[in-house]
């Protein structure tokens, strides 16, 4: 199993940005992908970002194509989320996630084994 633990939501205004940070922990070697997701209340999660772990690939939801970047720094077994011109409707608990495997590509939960407790990010209009 993988530990997982997020950093860096807090308060902005639209237009903003923020950095996210994931840690992990544990068995690392095991994974091979790691994600973004996040809840709005009262909406069901939903896929933000993810990265190979060894490659470097990614794959965004279209939602925040051109405005999100995930990237990581593998020596510190961590991922980031830099949100730039971040929007009202970016609000949300964002949940950090790994995976076993990075092909096929997947957006679904479900593929995603671990997960981190969540960092609330509020953007303010």
């Known amino acids: 199993q993988v530990q997982l633990v997020e950093s860096g939501g807090g308060l902005v205004q639209a237009g903003g940005s923020l950095r996210l940070s994931c840690a992990a922990s544990?068995?690392?070697?095991?994974?091979?992908?790691m994600g973004w997701f996040r809840q709005a209340p009262g909406k069901e999660r939903e896929f933000v970002a993810a990265i190979r772990w060894g490659g470097g690939n990614t794959y965004y939801a279209d939602s925040v194509k051109g405005r999100f970047t995930i990237s990581r720094d593998n020596a510190k077994n961590t991922v980031y989320l830099q949100m730039n011109s971040l929007k009202p409707e970016d609000t949300a608990v964002y949940y950090c996630a790994a995976r076993d495997r990075f092909y096929p590509i997947s957006s679904d939960m479900s593929d995603f084994g671990s997960w981190g407790q969540g960092t609330q990010v509020t953007v303010s209009s």
């Open positions: 544990g068995r690392t070697s095991s994974t091979y992908a």
